[in-house]
């Protein structure tokens, strides 16, 4: 989801650009800055300085203690803290990001924790991103894996230098194994805990070598998740669990339609709710403040409100989706082309034709979105799930007239976000700190969403409108390609647009479809973009939520009409994409493919590319007697380079196809009037555990550098079963979702 985008696990910020390990020459991979300060424990911390230099800095605060403002810090009795830049929010960035930091430092497990890092964009920046830090885009490992593993070696190599003066014995020949340092022909041992005070005073190294990855013991392995013990007993903090002294809670009333303004209120009869503290009216509607939730969300059904809807968006999603199929008759601004493609369907054998029509879709996290903010004394204090905290300062600064570094961030486990908690407003944070400044900072506020707030509160996956053509010669060989996409841009009027808008085009939009990987000698990919007053937003996978479909279940109806496998037609098309060909291969290997289903079940593939991560997907589905599609089974093929953890890959693949079978079977957000339609659960279905398919996993052995697992499992698990859905029923689903198509009747 931006390099490339935001989200997910769920959207980035800039242009996509090789890991900062990958394009720095030896000779500038080096520790410019080093400082050492004695105590009793030991603090390592890299950054990489303009995206070229990485940094070093050791700094202890307090007797016995040391500020979290470094990646690694190492304590008397030897527990090892990893200083996580990423947000944790189910994806696994606390587990993923330690292990590489372990397992250069050759640490025990065991002795291994991970903490959030603290805002600072200058030690804790997205190396993908710029001077950003945040989470998105399937960045996490990715962005880290060479500077983290450079965290740790350099702790590494500061305990053997501490070990070496303290036994005056050379550095060479100590080694470090499951956290304990030991110098074999004289029997001595240390644990990292007793290294430390000495290890401080020492200079940091200039250059560390990193392991050979053969001697990877930690990395590629299955270690337990630092997060799973205290979730599965309750004992994991959330920013809903967050609680200070005299602190009120928020529940604010925005318009019902998007862009409308307030015209007045009337507060008299919220104010009479025991537990009711405040009205206050603020930038996105009127806030009610109340000693828990209950008052406040009472109070503010109590309030009566009009709104000014004339500079809202009043039209509905039938409406819009009419103008987008107007716009789609004429050539958009280009986003691809090579040769010319209407004269090569002109001059086709054969001309396939197809439309796709896609509903605006919520993240729906499982935590709604949330907020604490303190103010004090030329300062404020944020607890959130904050997924860019440097976004989330800028805005907080703003608002309360602060400098950026006034505003600290503690950031808190989500419970999901897929996107929603990176917007470039700072959603949950301008929010709490407008309350907060409103109330002129008397209280700590917490401002929460609920669960109908957060449905209908915008920051949408855009409704998007696909017509593809394309053409075959008399021996079934795809010759031509045109591909128009009509939807909004989520980078319009964000401060990313001159970055990722080029020619016209939001790359956002048009991503996997511009990026076709089969051959087609003459294709054009082109693109409108809409005005529409719903505010929306990177959705995880972002583009490839919708180009993946129309791409691949088109791609099914031309192998058809070619008389072909659907699994040879495309590795004839993928000659020069070997990581596409070598995941479709696998998956349909291990799905059977070519071999007759089980009775009454039919399959479908899918592949893509999104984030640098190529999955391909097997779909086994059957159809009941009233026309619910179950999908039975889903075996997927990834190849993200090398697996730092098997499991989380497996478990983000599991959960990728979880999310985006939901998504393609039952959601649509719908306007009428401008105005939502759906609330909740009960109307804007999550894929049930009892609809959960059986998923086989299969991760491709890679020496190539990691890439994210976030997202792309989500792109082809709609294609892969709406190909299976026509091998079953005969009918193509070009509408999403498939619960809007009765197919009783086929």
């Given at each position: 989801?931006?390099?490339?985008?935001?989200?997910?696990?769920?959207?980035?910020?800039?242009?996509?650009?090789?890991?900062?390990?990958?394009?720095?020459?030896?000779?500038?991979?080096?520790?410019?800055?080093?400082?050492?300060?004695?105590?009793?424990?030991?603090?390592?911390?890299?950054?990489?300085?303009?995206?070229?230099?990485?940094?070093?800095?050791?700094?202890?605060?307090?007797?016995?203690?040391?500020?979290?403002?470094?990646?690694?810090?190492?304590?008397?009795?030897?527990?090892?803290?990893?200083?996580?830049?990423?947000?944790?929010?189910?994806?696994?960035?606390?587990?993923?990001?330690?292990?590489?930091?372990?397992?250069?430092?050759?640490?025990?497990?065991?002795?291994?924790?991970?903490?959030?890092?603290?805002?600072?964009?200058?030690?804790?920046?997205?190396?993908?991103?710029?001077?950003?830090?945040?989470?998105?885009?399937?960045?996490?490992?990715?962005?880290?894996?060479?500077?983290?593993?450079?965290?740790?070696?350099?702790?590494?190599?500061?305990?053997?230098?501490?070990?070496?003066?303290?036994?005056?014995?050379?550095?060479?020949?100590?080694?470090?194994?499951?956290?304990?340092?030991?110098?074999?022909?004289?029997?001595?041992?240390?644990?990292?805990?007793?290294?430390?005070?000495?290890?401080?005073?020492?200079?940091?190294?200039?250059?560390?070598?990193?392991?050979?990855?053969?001697?990877?013991?930690?990395?590629?392995?299955?270690?337990?998740?630092?997060?799973?013990?205290?979730?599965?007993?309750?004992?994991?903090?959330?920013?809903?669990?967050?609680?200070?002294?005299?602190?009120?809670?928020?529940?604010?009333?925005?318009?019902?339609?998007?862009?409308?303004?307030?015209?007045?209120?009337?507060?008299?009869?919220?104010?009479?709710?025991?537990?009711?503290?405040?009205?206050?009216?603020?930038?996105?509607?009127?806030?009610?403040?109340?000693?828990?939730?209950?008052?406040?969300?009472?109070?503010?059904?109590?309030?009566?409100?009009?709104?000014?809807?004339?500079?809202?968006?009043?039209?509905?999603?039938?409406?819009?989706?009419?103008?987008?199929?107007?716009?789609?008759?004429?050539?958009?601004?280009?986003?691809?082309?090579?040769?010319?493609?209407?004269?090569a369907l002109a001059g086709a054998a054969k001309v396939l034709e197809a439309d796709y029509e896609f509903p605006f879709l919520a993240h729906a996290p499982m935590e709604p979105l949330d907020c604490v903010v303190q103010l004090g004394d030329g300062v404020c204090d944020v607890w959130a799930g904050s997924q860019i905290p440097t976004v989330d300062q800028g805005a907080a600064a703003a608002i309360l007239g602060l400098e950026s570094a006034q505003v600290r961030i503690h950031t808190q486990l989500a419970g999901?976000?897929?996107?929603?908690?990176?917007?470039?407003?700072?959603?949950?944070?301008?929010?709490?700190?407008?309350?907060?400044?409103?109330?002129?900072?008397?209280?700590?506020?917490?401002?929460?969403?609920?669960?109908?707030?957060?449905?209908?509160?915008?920051?949408?996956?855009?409704?998007?409108?696909?017509?593809?053509?394309?053409?075959?010669?008399?021996?079934?060989?795809?010759?031509?390609?045109?591909?128009?996409?009509?939807?909004?841009?989520?980078?319009?009027?964000?401060?990313?647009?001159?970055?990722?808008?080029?020619?016209?085009?939001?790359?956002?939009?048009?991503?996997?479809?511009?990026?076709?990987?089969?051959?087609?000698?003459?294709?054009?990919?082109?693109?409108?973009?809409?005005?529409?007053?719903?505010?929306?937003?990177?959705?995880?996978?972002?583009?490839?939520?919708?180009?993946?479909?129309?791409?691949?279940?088109?791609?099914?109806?031309?192998?058809?009409?070619?008389?072909?496998?659907?699994?040879?037609?495309?590795?004839?098309?993928?000659?020069?994409?070997?990581?596409?060909?070598?995941?479709?291969?696998?998956?349909?290997?291990?799905?059977?493919?070519?071999?007759?289903?089980?009775?009454?079940?039919?399959?479908?593939?899918?592949?893509?590319?999104?984030?640098?991560?190529?999955?391909?997907?097997?779909?086994?589905?059957?159809?009941?007697?009233?026309?619910?599609?179950?999908?039975?089974?889903?075996?997927?093929?990834?190849?993200?380079?090398?697996?730092?953890?098997?499991?989380?890959?497996?478990?983000?693949?599991?959960?990728?196809?979880?999310?985006?079978?939901?998504?393609?079977?039952?959601?649509?957000?719908?306007?009428?009037?401008?105005?939502?339609?759906?609330?909740?659960?009960?109307?804007?279905?999550?894929?049930?555990?009892?609809?959960?398919?059986?998923?086989?996993?299969?991760?491709?052995?890679?020496?190539?550098?990691?890439?994210?697992?976030?997202?792309?499992?989500?792109?082809?698990?709609?294609?892969?079963?709406?190909?299976?859905?026509?091998?079953?029923?005969?009918?193509?689903?070009?509408?999403?979702?498939?619960?809007?198509?009765?197919?009783?009747?086929?």
């Open positions: 989801m931006l390099a490339r985008h935001l989200d997910g696990d769920n959207p980035a910020l800039l242009p996509q650009a090789p890991s900062a390990a990958a394009t720095l020459p030896a000779s500038r991979r080096q520790f410019l800055k080093a400082s050492a300060a004695a105590g009793a424990g030991l603090v390592i911390g890299f950054t990489f300085a303009g995206g070229n230099k990485i940094a070093a800095a050791a700094q202890a605060e307090g007797e016995g203690t040391f500020t979290p403002n470094a990646f690694l810090r190492i304590a008397p009795d030897s527990t090892v803290t990893v200083l996580v830049k990423h947000i944790e929010f189910g994806q696994g960035t606390f587990t993923g990001l330690a292990t590489l930091a372990a397992e250069e430092l050759d640490a025990d497990w065991s002795q291994v924790r991970a903490e959030h890092a603290p805002a600072d964009a200058a030690l804790y920046n997205n190396l993908h991103w710029g001077p950003v830090q945040g989470t998105g885009g399937s960045s996490s490992i990715a962005n880290s894996y060479e500077q983290m593993r450079r965290a740790g070696a350099t702790a590494r190599a500061l305990l053997v230098a501490a070990a070496a003066d303290l036994w005056g014995v050379p550095a060479g020949e100590i080694a470090v194994t499951k956290g304990v340092v030991a110098h074999a022909s004289s029997g001595r041992t240390a644990s990292f805990g007793e290294l430390v005070e000495r290890a401080a005073t020492l200079a940091v190294p200039v250059e560390v070598a990193l392991k050979d990855p053969k001697d990877f013991t930690l990395i590629g392995t299955v270690v337990p998740r630092l997060d799973s013990r205290a979730k599965s007993r309750g004992e994991a903090l959330y920013t809903l669990d967050k609680s200070l002294p005299g602190m009120l809670t928020a529940v604010i009333a925005r318009p019902p339609v998007f862009g409308a303004t307030l015209k007045s209120f009337d507060d008299s009869a919220a104010r009479e709710i025991k537990g009711v503290v405040d009205v206050v009216q603020v930038p996105q509607g009127v806030a009610v403040l109340g000693r828990g939730f209950w008052p406040a969300k009472s109070g503010r059904d109590a309030l009566e409100i009009e709104w000014d809807e004339s500079t809202g968006e009043t039209r509905g999603s039938a409406e819009i989706m009419a103008e987008y199929k107007k716009l789609a008759e004429g050539p958009g601004d280009i986003a691809r082309q090579e040769g010319d493609a209407e004269a999901g976000s897929f996107g929603r908690r990176a917007t470039p407003q700072a959603d949950m944070v301008s929010e709490a700190a407008s309350v907060a400044k409103a109330i002129g900072g008397r209280a700590p506020v917490r401002v929460v969403w609920t669960r109908e707030d957060d449905i209908q509160g915008g920051r949408y996956r855009p409704m998007y409108f696909h017509r593809l053509r394309a053409g075959l010669d008399d021996e079934g060989r795809l010759i031509a390609w045109q591909h128009r996409i009509v939807g909004q841009s989520i980078i319009r009027g964000t401060p990313f647009a001159g970055a990722l808008i080029q020619n016209g085009v939001d790359q956002t939009s048009v991503e996997g479809a511009n990026t076709l990987p089969y051959h087609v000698p003459d294709i054009t990919v082109d693109l409108h973009t809409t005005d529409v007053g719903v505010p929306v937003l990177w959705w995880r996978a972002v583009g490839s939520t919708h180009t993946a479909y129309s791409t691949e279940a088109f791609i099914d109806e031309l192998a058809e009409a070619a008389g072909k496998d659907p699994v040879d037609f495309r590795l004839e098309l993928l000659k020069d994409h070997p990581r596409h060909a070598g995941v479709l291969k696998l998956a349909a290997e291990k799905a059977g493919w070519g071999s007759a289903p089980p009775a009454g079940r039919a399959r479908g593939i899918a592949v893509h590319e999104s984030f640098n991560t190529f999955v391909a997907e097997v779909a086994e589905v059957s159809i009941t007697d009233d026309g619910t599609i179950k999908v039975e089974k889903v075996v997927c093929a990834v190849d993200c380079g090398v697996a730092v953890n098997p499991d989380q890959v497996k478990a983000q693949m599991e959960g990728g196809i979880g999310y985006g079978l939901g998504a393609v079977l039952h959601n649509a957000l719908t306007l009428e009037g401008g105005r939502v339609e759906q609330s909740n659960f009960h109307d804007y279905e999550p894929l049930r555990i009892n609809e959960m398919p059986e998923v086989e996993v299969h991760v491709v052995p890679s020496a190539e550098a990691p890439t994210g697992v976030g997202e792309p499992g989500v792109p082809p698990i709609g294609p892969a079963v709406a190909n299976a859905v026509y091998k079953a029923t005969g009918r193509r689903i070009r509408a999403l979702p498939f619960a809007l198509h009765n197919l009783t009747s086929a």
